[in-house]
């Protein structure tokens, strides 16, 4: 119902517009007939000329009173869920209080002015509001009636549809997953493909939603939350694994290196500047820079407490619009296109935080060769299932960019065979 009232606003300005300017117009025009009769008009040249003559008095202009309820109405979304919108200066709103005694028996009032109306659009326009107030007056009474934009905590909407359209269906996930045992409830999360191999292995990649205002950045509560939502949730994967229960292509630590596959985390947050409906507007915000990583060793990519997090602004009214769509290919672009995008932006920051080496150690030496530069390589080396069912295994090594490369990996030449390698 909102989007329809953003729509109309968005698309009748120029009514708007022209609609006062007539009125005022209309109330400068000079009424003669009363000029003539009431006034001594002076004689200038042979011609009378009337110093002060009679304008016609159009008190009650009954299409402007639909028109600034109208626009008292959109002031009012604007201020309660952060719309950017110019409400039309030629119009003369009500003020707090006359606003509020109309709400209060707004579709008693709508009713009552139905019958001057007769263009099309003025018509739809009171349509439009007669159904909002009567589903707004719905609620208050408690009757049953969902309207999802009419909810007063906004961040709950938001988070609700996100989560339907990204994440996986609640019942599909283990237990303990989305509702964790200490309390803690996950936004979202989804099993998707890792950030090491495009075609290989699948994580959970988990996320927060938040609609923020213009100008709010994420605080570090957040930060801290949804990195004790991910250990959470690497240790239910873990306890899986222990279990023998964590099926493929989930994979989350390797056995052989004891290296942890990098735990994906976003935030998303909304944000209106235009209404636009029709574009995701996706990005990653400002801020992100500052949330990357949460660690133990600078250097140790595949260590289990190495949690990687990015955070994205998204258009709201694009969400909208896609949640109530009835086309369920519609939703179906938008979550595998949303997820590419977290990963591909993720794998971009890998790729430019770290310099990745494949490490295939000669035939029949490669548990010999874990072994031996065990020390070395704890944390930084892992082995992706491509890498184990290949017909000879070899190791995903990460160094830090900033750093030099270690000097002990050209030692590594006499025993394996070493290549560049870049995620994808």
Same mark, same amino acid.
């Given at each position: 119902?909102?989007?329809?009232?953003?729509?109309?606003?968005?698309?009748?300005?120029?009514?708007?517009?022209?609609?006062?300017?007539?009125?005022?117009?209309?109330?400068?025009?000079?009424?003669?007939?009363?000029?003539?009769?009431?006034?001594?008009?002076?004689?200038?040249?042979?011609?009378?000329?009337?110093?002060?003559?009679?304008?016609?008095?159009?008190?009650?202009?009954?299409?402007?009173?639909?028109?600034?309820?109208?626009?008292?109405?959109?002031?009012?979304?604007?201020?309660?869920?952060?719309?950017?919108?110019?409400?039309?200066?030629?119009?003369?709103?009500?003020?707090?209080?006359?606003?509020?005694?109309?709400?209060?028996?707004?579709?008693?009032?709508?009713?009552?002015?139905?019958?001057?109306?007769?263009?099309?659009?003025?018509?739809?326009?009171?349509?439009?509001?007669?159904?909002?107030?009567?589903?707004?007056?719905?609620?208050?009474?408690?009757?049953?009636?969902?309207?999802?934009?009419?909810?007063?905590?906004?961040?709950?909407?938001?988070?609700?549809?996100?989560?339907?359209?990204?994440?996986?269906?609640?019942?599909?996930?283990?237990?303990?997953?989305?509702?964790?045992?200490?309390?803690?409830?996950?936004?979202?999360?989804?099993?998707?493909?890792?950030?090491?191999?495009?075609?290989?292995?699948?994580?959970?990649?988990?996320?927060?939603?938040?609609?923020?205002?213009?100008?709010?950045?994420?605080?570090?509560?957040?930060?801290?939350?949804?990195?004790?939502?991910?250990?959470?949730?690497?240790?239910?994967?873990?306890?899986?694994?222990?279990?023998?229960?964590?099926?493929?292509?989930?994979?989350?630590?390797?056995?052989?290196?004891?290296?942890?596959?990098?735990?994906?985390?976003?935030?998303?947050?909304?944000?209106?500047?235009?209404?636009?409906?029709?574009?995701?507007?996706?990005?990653?915000?400002?801020?992100?820079?500052?949330? $990357?990583?949460? /660690?133990?060793? *600078?250097?140790?990519?595949?260590?289990?407490?190495? +949690? =990687?997090?990015?955070?994205? &602004?998204? !258009?709201?009214?694009?969400?909208?619009?896609?949640?109530?769509?009835?086309?369920?290919?519609?939703?179906?672009?938008?979550?595998?296109?949303?997820?590419?995008?977290?990963?591909?932006?993720?794998?971009?920051?890998?790729?430019?935080?770290?310099?990745?080496?494949?490490?295939?150690?000669?035939?029949?030496?490669?548990?010999?060769?874990?072994?031996?530069?065990?020390?070395?390589?704890?944390? $930084?080396?892992? /082995?992706?299932? *491509?890498?184990?069912?290949?017909?000879?295994?070899? +190791? =995903?090594?990460?160094?830090? &960019?900033? !750093?030099?490369?270690?000097?002990?990996?050209?030692?590594?030449?006499?025993?394996?065979?070493?290549?560049?390698?870049?995620?994808?």
């Amino acid at each position: 119902m909102v989007q329809s009232l953003l729509r109309f606003y968005q698309e009748n300005q120029s009514l708007f517009t022209f609609i006062r300017r007539y009125n005022t117009s209309q109330q400068r025009r000079t009424d003669w007939g009363r000029t003539v009769s009431q006034q001594q008009p002076l004689i200038q040249a042979g011609k009378p000329v009337y110093a002060n003559p009679i304008t016609k008095q159009k008190t009650a202009h009954y299409d402007e009173e639909l028109l600034v309820l109208f626009m008292n109405t959109m002031q009012q979304l604007s201020q309660q869920y952060g719309f950017r919108l110019t409400i039309n200066p030629l119009y003369t709103l009500l003020t707090e209080t006359e606003f509020k005694r109309f709400q209060a028996s707004a579709t008693r009032r709508l009713k009552q002015i139905r019958s001057r109306y007769f263009s099309d659009k003025l018509v739809r326009l009171w349509q439009l509001l007669h159904l909002y107030y009567a589903h707004q007056e719905q609620m208050r009474s408690q009757r049953a009636f969902r309207e999802i934009l009419i909810v007063r905590d906004f961040n709950i909407v938001f988070e609700d549809m996100i989560d339907a359209l990204l994440s996986d269906p609640k019942p599909t996930l283990p237990a303990a997953f989305k509702d964790q045992p200490d309390g803690k409830r996950v936004d979202h999360i989804y099993a998707y493909t890792g950030l090491l191999e495009p075609q290989g292995d699948s994580i959970y990649h988990i996320g927060d939603s938040k609609y923020y205002t213009a100008g709010n950045t994420i605080g570090p509560e957040s930060v801290f939350k949804q990195f004790t939502y991910a250990r959470n949730v690497i240790q239910l994967n873990i306890d899986l694994l222990n279990e023998g229960k964590l099926a493929p292509p989930l994979r989350y630590r390797d056995e052989v290196t004891e290296g942890y596959a990098p735990t994906p985390n976003f935030f998303i947050s909304a944000f209106v500047n235009d209404l636009n409906f029709g574009t995701d507007g996706l990005a990653l915000r400002d801020d992100t820079d500052k949330l $990357r990583t949460n /660690r133990h060793f *600078a250097d140790r990519l595949f260590d289990r407490d190495t +949690l =990687l997090l990015q955070a994205y &602004n998204i !258009n709201f009214l694009y969400v909208l619009a896609t949640y109530v769509s009835p086309d369920a290919a519609q939703q179906n672009r938008f979550r595998e296109s949303t997820r590419q995008r977290f990963r591909t932006e993720m794998v971009t920051y890998l790729n430019k935080s770290y310099s990745f080496w494949k490490i295939t150690p000669h035939p029949s030496t490669f548990d010999s060769f874990v072994t031996k530069h065990f020390r070395q390589l704890i944390g $930084r080396m892992y /082995r992706p299932a *491509a890498f184990e069912t290949a017909p000879e295994q070899s +190791l =995903l090594i990460a160094f830090p &960019n900033q !750093n030099n490369t270690p000097a002990f990996l050209s030692a590594f030449e006499k025993e394996a065979t070493l290549s560049i390698f870049t995620l994808s």
